[in-house]
């Protein structure tokens, strides 16, 4: 079956716009995951949601937010973009969350670049 | 002092060698993961422990609850193996999770 899916793979920004990252899951998950990844701070939870709604929130600013759709497919917009926001964005989909299930799948990342 | 700590940062073998990282938590967990990541980002989930000890092929993953302690094993150690392996903590009765900041593996041939 398809994997985890994240559009777009490879984007370039510059301070003060805006950015929206997709992600479509495994089909039949239902929870879906946002990461942060950047040398500095490695790997860095940023929001989960189930069923369309938002269940857990990492330590970021208001500026990060996101929502997931009836199908499961979930986006993530980051406002206002800050050259610290260069990171490497990751999903992954689960059935029923990792609390639950466990298995976490990954989409191969979006890579965004802010100047 | 990180949630999630691993040893070591890095790790230079020789192919057939038997490795070892080990991962220290401080937090209530309800599942542990070992993640692996290859160059390019893609990260692949290895285990999800909540208890005893896990078996995949060449790899075994062990978690002691009462110690709040995880060794991934990697026998036999082959230069496909080289990534950075990374674990992971679901925080208890919530799906967010607190990451270490991984170990390199190196294997050379």
């Known amino acids: 079956k398809a994997g985890v899916t994240q559009t777009p793979r490879y984007l370039i920004k510059t301070r003060g716009q805006q950015v929206t990252l997709s992600c479509s899951p495994i089909s039949g998950h239902r929870s879906v995951s946002w990461y942060q990844q950047t040398p500095g701070q490695g790997l860095q939870f940023l929001f989960e949601y189930f069923s369309e709604t938002q269940r857990n929130k990492g330590n970021f600013p208001g500026r990060f937010s996101g929502r997931q759709f009836s199908n499961s497919r979930s986006e993530m917009n980051v406002s206002t973009l800050e050259l610290g926001d260069s990171a490497l964005y990751l999903c992954?989909?689960?059935?029923?969350?990792?609390?639950?299930?466990?298995?976490?799948?990954f989409g191969e990342g979006s890579r965004l670049t802010v100047l | 002092k990180n949630e999630v700590e691993q040893s070591p940062q890095n790790l230079t073998a020789q192919e057939g060698e038997f490795i070892t990282i080990n991962c220290s938590y401080s937090?209530?967990?309800?599942?542990l993961h070992w993640l692996q990541q290859h160059p390019g980002g893609g990260i692949v989930s290895l285990f999800m422990?909540?208890?005893g000890k896990k078996k995949h092929g060449r790899l075994i993953a062990t978690i002691n609850i009462q110690e709040k302690h995880s060794s991934l094993h990697i026998t036999a150690s082959h230069p496909r193996d080289s990534a950075v392996y990374i674990c992971a903590v679901t925080v208890y009765n919530t799906d967010k999770l607190i990451f270490g900041t991984g170990t390199r593996l190196q294997v050379f041939p």
């Open positions: 422990l909540s208890s």
């Open positions: 937090v209530g967990i309800s599942a």
């Open positions: 992954a989909s689960s059935l029923l969350g990792t609390a639950n299930t466990g298995e976490l799948f």
